[in-house]
Every structure is written in structure tokens, then in C-alpha cells.
């Protein structure tokens, strides 16, 4: 399982070249990963609240770095405990994205978490 001290490294935020890679490779890959994640993560809508955080260029340069990272390690195939271990495969994202959404809860603007619903609903249509 992931740790306080790992957790840590994988929410730095990165330089700008970082960001922006991290950046594209969740835009790439979000959506498939999250419908995967969707039974296993119990605060889906949190989580893709924080995703159109990360996304907004008016959400501060740290707050989306540190969504940005623990977002690019949700969307890698292979982390800690790779994400097609049944029931646990998720295990290590969802402390990583629990962290990280704690960390900046206060910048996930009710603007975030109505797309999150809107975006959830259209899936689920």
C-alpha cells in the first residue's frame, strides 16, 4: 500500500514542462480509467470534480499541479498495485487521489462539481 512518505512524492508538483505532460496524458486517458475505477472509487464525483479543477486555468498553478499529479498517477496502468489486481487495483490511486483532493478541496468551486455531476449523468446515459 501506498505511504504518507510515497503519497508525498507523487503529489510534488512538477515544473511547467512536467505539468503540461501530466496534463496531457490525463486528458488522454481520464475518461477510460475512471469509467474502470467508477465501482471501486466511492467518491467518483469528487474525483472528476478535482479533474475539471486541474483542468481550469483559473484554479491556482500549485492547486493543479498537485491535481495534475495525482491524476497522471490514477490514469498509469502500472503503479504500486497495478490497477487490473481485482479489488485492489485501486487501492493506491484512491489514496493518492484522496490525499490530493483533501490537500485542495477549498479550490473546488461549485462551477467543478456541477460538470462533475453533468459529466457523470451524461456517461451513465
Not at 496531457?24 to 479533474?51: I, N
Not at 489486481?85 to 490537500?103: E, H, P, Q, R, Y
Amino acid at each position: 500500500m501506498t505511504d504518507e512518505v510515497k503519497i508525498g512524492e507523487i503529489l510534488e508538483p512538477g515544473d511547467e514542462h512536467e505539468n503540461r505532460a501530466r496534463e496531457d496524458r490525463v486528458r488522454a486517458k481520464f475518461w477510460k480509467t475512471a469509467r474502470k475505477a467508477a465501482r471501486q472509487l466511492p467518491f467518483m464525483e469528487d474525483l472528476v470534480a478535482g479533474y475539471f479543477c486541474a483542468l481550469d486555468r483559473q484554479t491556482p498553478t500549485r492547486v493543479r499541479a498537485i491535481l495534475l499529479a495525482a491524476l497522471a498517477y490514477f490514469v498509469l496502468p502500472f503503479d504500486t498495485v497495478p490497477d487490473f489486481i481485482l479489488g485492489l487495483g485501486f487501492t493506491d490511486d484512491a489514496a493518492v487521489l484522496a490525499a490530493a483532493l483533501n490537500m485542495v478541496r477549498n479550490h473546488i468551486t461549485p462551477a467543478h462539481r456541477l460538470a462533475a455531476r453533468q459529466a457523470l449523468e451524461d456517461e451513465q446515459s
